[in-house]
């Protein structure tokens, strides 16, 4: 097998256009576990045992200190073993090729977000409700035909960064160790990373931790948004940085703001704003100075520039591979 065979970059692209194309691949994850319910699976493994109403604060937090720790550690680990029986043999590369285009969530969110659309400009505001619910965290039955409509755009440009920029940074960083890391991590984040009573003390270090691997990668997922605008033309690619660098600061998350910025400035929309949780009302204030009546078309709009901006960042892997191989062509 030769080298520019088993390049990073070019098993990375190949799993993005594999992810493209095939999705969640649901005939075989009905026969087999996905590699994230797995992972579900052990956080819920170790909130049981660990995360008991009997323990104090300080020794739930302790325990979602150590709950981290393993599992993302047992990750990383699980990707090291994984990286070197792929290395050096064609079937390695298939799988590790495999590998990506399950953990990275390309088609998946298109398609989630899209049946929100659909469902919306189909059966009204209770089947929008119904299609969002799969999606986002907040109470379905708060949300009107608009709430509705800005719930999925607004989770397009966060899970953005958290299915698609994040798993591609990651890898890129640390091969199958840090996608397989990521991964747990954010798996964990979104299982106890929450501010309910619960998971306030024992997923603090699950949310932080996510805070942390996602730094860069937000920014990564603004950045491309705002330029995959220059090639959408419903969108508005010079509102879109004006707005990311505004407003990011404004969402309770010091990440989510970014992808969320530079879409609500692209599309001429303001996202997050006031929102009902299971927990309680979050009086955020608006991200955007746009319209806060979404609608389905506004849907199809952020889903197109969606679309360019993954496949942005699919040509800029395969143009450093072509960059990186210059010689092989000349």
């Known amino acids: 097998m030769s080298a520019a065979a088993a390049d990073p970059l070019l098993l990375l692209a190949a799993g993005l256009a594999v992810d493209a194309w095939l999705g969640d691949m649901p005939l075989l994850f009905s026969h087999v576990p996905h590699p994230i319910a797995v992972a579900g699976r052990a956080v819920a493994f170790f909130d049981r ?135 747990m991590a954010n798996t964990l984040d979104s299982m106890v990373g929450h501010r309910t009573p619960r998971y306030r003390a024992f997923g603090w270090a699950a949310a932080r931790f996510d805070d942390l691997v996602n730094l860069v990668p937000a920014r ?53 704003g006031p929102r009902r949780y299971a927990e309680g009302m979050v009086c955020d204030p608006w991200v955007g100075e746009g319209r806060v009546q979404a609608a389905p078309a506004d849907i199809a709009r952020a889903l197109a520039l969606y679309t360019h901006a993954c496949l942005l960042q699919w040509g800029l892997v395969v143009g450093a591979w072509l960059a990186a191989h210059a010689g092989l062509f000349s």
């Open 49 to 183: 045992k660990l995360n008991r109403a009997t323990r104090s604060e300080a020794a739930r937090r302790g325990r979602g200190v150590v709950t981290v720790l393993t599992l993302v550690g047992g990750a990383a680990a699980l990707g090291v073993v994984v990286a070197r029986l792929c290395r050096g043999s064609f079937a390695g590369a298939i799988l590790e090729t495999w590998l990506i285009a399950v953990l990275v969530a390309q088609r998946s969110l298109y398609d989630h977000v899209a049946a929100v659309g659909g469902a919306l400009a189909r059966g009204g505001v209770v089947a929008g409700r119904d299609a969002v619910s799969h999606i986002v965290g907040r109470e379905p039955a708060s949300l009107d035909a608009y709430g509705v409509a800005r719930a999925a755009i607004e989770s397009l440009a966060e899970n953005f960064n958290d299915g698609v920029v994040a798993p591609v940074f990651w890898y890129l960083v640390l091969g199958l160790p840090g996608l397989f890391a990521y991964k």
């Open 220 to 272: 990564l997922s603004g950045v491309l948004i705002a330029i995959a605008a220059v090639f959408s033309p419903a969108a508005r690619p010079a509102r879109a940085v004006a707005i990311m660098l505004r407003d990011a600061g404004k969402h309770r998350s010091p990440n989510a703001g970014w992808p969320e910025g530079a879409m609500a400035g692209a599309l001429g929309l303001a996202l997050a």
